[in-house]
């Protein structure tokens, strides 16, 4: 009985190869697609069918959330809990708030951008099973990689072996699950 499969690696030696096979996959009804590159190539993640992060969403209501606490906070302990008059001031002197306000919304903002960056990439990730598979490490140097997941529901050994090969791929690997 054989391993457990994650998927086909397939290692291309030029962008535009990786990016003539992502669309092949695609068109071929391959679904559970994933690409690796030593830089960015945002016309591959479109045609993957990658989404805009909800990131900056999360970290602009959080740090509204902390602002609107910290504005509040000082409010509340300046104006309602202590009112004392120093040098004929407002007792709302708001802009004696803003400094503080801007610090913490800037600091919320930090915090859940890490936390919310973490839980999307489900990270700490200690391993992931393409680690062990032989040269995959040149993808943050000078080789490109197309993985088809074994999930995929057209995904089937020999069928994907040959498709891969078929694109002019210099090596298909297949990448064992973690177990």
Avoid: K
Wanted: charged fraction near 15%; glycine fraction near 8%.
């Amino acid at each position: 009985m054989s391993a457990p499969l994650y998927g086909l690696l397939a290692e291309f030696d030029r962008p535009e190869a990786l990016r003539a096979a992502v669309r092949a996959a695609m068109a071929a009804g391959y679904t559970r697609l994933d690409a690796f590159s030593p830089f960015p190539l945002p016309d591959i993640g479109r045609d993957l069918g990658a989404r805009p992060s909800a990131l900056p969403w999360i970290a602009l209501a959080a740090g509204l959330i902390g602002a609107a606490i910290q504005y509040a906070t000082q409010y509340g302990l300046n104006v309602v809990a202590y009112p004392i008059n120093v040098g004929g001031r407002p007792l709302n002197a708001w802009p004696a708030f803003i400094p503080a306000t801007l610090i913490v919304a800037i600091l919320w903002t930090g915090a859940a951008t890490l936390l919310g960056m973490l839980l999307m990439l489900r990270l700490p990730r200690l391993h992931h099973p393409l680690f062990a598979v032989e040269g995959f490490e040149r993808a943050s140097e000078d080789r490109f990689f197309l993985l088809i997941l074994a999930e995929d529901p057209r995904f089937e050994l020999d069928g994907a072996t040959a498709f891969l090969s078929g694109l002019g791929a210099l090596a298909v690997r297949e990448a064992p699950a973690c177990e």
